[in-house]
């Protein structure tokens, strides 16, 4: 099995600053791509920003220039820092992880729970 956990999620001014973190732990041969997607209340789940094991980056341009995704490969681990947050920018972000199990195995999604955004205007 595949456990993936956000962390860093809250409340902050427009204007303001947060910075996420998640975590892939369990069974785990090699991770591909890592991503941060969100949904906002009423709304269809988006991409936010991706990252490939070799550090190529790709974003929605909803968020270029505000938001940085980062990586540790050697800890399974995923960060997105997020600046000038705006209230468009409140939803639930969740964490992605396309994982390989094993040497043979093919790629799986996994998922985390999420963690809550909230900018107030």
């Known amino acids: 099995q595949v456990q993936v956990v956000e962390s860093g999620g809250g409340l902050v001014q427009a204007g303001g600053s947060l910075r996420l973190s998640c975590v892939a732990s369990g069974s785990i041969f090699s991770i591909n791509a890592m991503g941060w997607y969100r949904q906002a209340p009423g709304k269809q789940r988006e991409l936010v920003a991706t990252?490939?094991?070799?550090?190529?980056?790709n974003y929605a341009n909803s968020v270029k220039g505000r938001f940085t995704i980062s990586r540790d490969n050697a800890k399974n681990t995923v960060y997105l820092q997020m600046n000038s947050l705006k209230p468009e920018d409140t939803a639930l972000y969740y964490c992605?992880?396309?994982?390989?199990?094993?040497?043979?195995?093919?790629?799986?999604?996994?998922w985390g729970q999420g963690t809550q955004v909230t900018v107030s205007s």
């Open positions: 990252i490939t094991n070799i550090g190529t980056t």
């Open positions: 992605n992880a396309k994982v390989q199990r094993s040497i043979m195995s093919q790629l799986y999604d996994y």
